[in-house]
């Protein structure tokens, strides 16, 4: 079965600060797929992004960037000069191709002033 | 656009009691699934669908029972209720593309606490 960690459990920047959040994935499978969500304070689950196996190109989303290395199976996330609306909790997640989204523990970002 | 909607919101349940988590979607989507989330643990996968009459069990099944007797609607049964059961639930549905997997569509979430 598919695994996620997030090793990071919580992150605390002050405002400007860029902050990287760390996802390594584990699955046996060649296709698969790769997400990261947002869960602000008032609980709701907001899609990132979404990345199959076969596409390692970086993307880059205004402040938001992936860095997703088959090598090192991971998928991390950069959020360069940081704001305090980004505080949440993030979390990665991976699907095979069965459409069973797996999700790591996720990261909670603090962004102070 | 509706998308994925979930009632209640909040629930608060005494020891075996039983309740029903409605979950319905307006996207046509074939794959629905429930979740849980507890402190430190992320989501976890309890049940899900890949369409009218087929459910399958996830991570955490035990303790739910679910149905998928029309493509819009996902129920979630709490047979006895339990301590351990308190959590926030998520429903999730998603296009079974073939070989693009979609993003998943989240309801808002039910926070059920079980006394």
């Known amino acids: 079965a598919q695994k996620v960690t997030q090793a990071q459990t919580e992150i605390s920047v002050v405002e400007k600060e860029d902050v990287t959040l760390d996802c390594v994935y584990e699955?046996?499978?060649?296709?698969?797929?790769l997400f990261w969500y947002k869960q602000p304070p008032s609980g709701e689950l907001v899609f990132l992004i979404r990345?199959?196996?076969?596409?390692?190109q970086n993307e880059i989303s205004g402040r938001y960037s992936w860095n997703f290395q088959k090598s090192t199976s991971s998928f991390n996330f950069t959020i360069t000069a940081s704001q305090v609306v980004d505080s949440a909790v993030y979390f990665c997640?991976?699907?095979?191709?069965?459409?069973?989204?797996?999700f790591g523990a996720g990261t909670r970002l603090t962004v102070k002033p | 656009n509706a998308g994925v909607t979930q009632t209640p919101k909040f629930q608060v349940l005494k020891t075996g009691q039983s309740m029903t988590l409605q979950c319905a979607q307006d996207?046509?989507?074939?794959?629905m699934s429930w979740y849980r989330q507890d402190p430190g643990m992320g989501l976890r996968l309890i049940h899900y669908?890949?369409?009218?009459?087929?459910?399958d069990q996830g991570e955490v099944p035990n303790g739910y029972n679910v149905s998928r007797s029309t493509t819009e609607d996902f129920p979630l049964r709490l047979l006895s209720a339990a301590p351990s059961q308190t959590s926030v639930y998520f429903c999730?549905?998603?296009?079974?593309?073939?070989?693009?997997?979609?993003?998943?569509?989240f309801g808002q979430g039910t926070r059920l606490t079980v006394v």
């Open positions: 999730a549905s998603s296009y079974l593309g073939g070989t693009m997997n979609t993003e998943a569509f």
């Open positions: 997640a991976l699907s095979e191709a069965n459409n069973d989204m797996r």
């Open positions: 699955t046996r499978d060649t296709t698969y797929y």
């Open positions: 990345r199959n196996s076969f596409d390692e």
């Open positions: 996207m046509n989507h074939e794959y």
């Open positions: 669908s890949v369409g009218a009459g087929i459910t």
